[in-house]
């Protein structure tokens, strides 16, 4: 895999797709691996040009001393473009890959537009993650082994029954967190980036086309920032899913690809 650097901090990539097609590039969440972006990036490779990268502290990319800041790792995303020699993108993050996503259209004009999911602008405004879900996150049973404590993190994020009804796909997932997620630094030095980010106040100089998803069931950022964000982007469409946990986009991962197609195809 190609490899970018941010000043001293190396950066692992992936690039498949038409070469001569839309750049769209994925932007994961928080301790979440490239695997993340699996179930929209593959069908939409047929068409586009792709890319999806590790964000600093993930996967093999490199993990430097924390804490980290989203401006920072908008300017990682910015290096992963500037390696591939890509002008222009279309930018799809999740949860704090939504921060970065905002944080680097507000920096940067290689944005043509955005598609943020299960996120928020951060600040005082926003709702925050409930204490239960934070909990589950940070708080994991001692005597848990490391297949439990990725179930147990992940407890908030999917729907209940969704474990005990595809229990093939939540075995995958736990044997792709271990091979590539964000090692516990790592994961605390992004949490800080979430914790500080605040881009409230700036959102309504954003012109670039936006695309809104979120579950209406999220426990772990809930839809309420959703609806904040959609009243500060000028040119925003927000589309909710019915039932759809934070991590909506695998459990209705049809529908969201469908939907995100839709709108790449009408702006890309």
Known sequence: MPTAHNGDVALSYDRTGPSDAPTVVF??????????????????????????????????????????????????????????????????????????????????????????????HGGEDAVPVPPETQAFMFDVPEDADEREAIRYKMTPAISDGFAEEHPDLIEDIVDWRLDSDASEAGRNAQAAAVQAFDAADELGTLSLPTLIMHGTDDEVLPVENAHALADRLLHAELELFEGGPHLFFVEQADAVTDRLREFLDQHA
């Not at 979440?32 to 990268?53: C, H, N």
């Not at 996503?101 to 944005?111: G, P, T």
């Open 27 to 120: 932007v994961e969440g928080l301790g979440y691996g490239k695997w993340m972006w699996q179930f929209q990036r593959d069908p939409l490779a047929e068409s586009y040009d792709t890319i999806v990268f590790d964000n600093r502290g993930t996967g093999d990319s490199d993990c430097p001393e924390g804490p980290y800041t989203i401006d920072e790792m908008a300017d990682d995303l910015g290096a992963v473009l500037d390696d591939a020699g890509v002008e222009s993108a279309h930018v799809v993050g999740a949860s704090m890959g939504g921060m970065i996503a905002q944080r680097f259209a507000l920096e940067d004009d290689r944005a043509e537009s955005l598609a943020l999911l299960c996120t928020s």
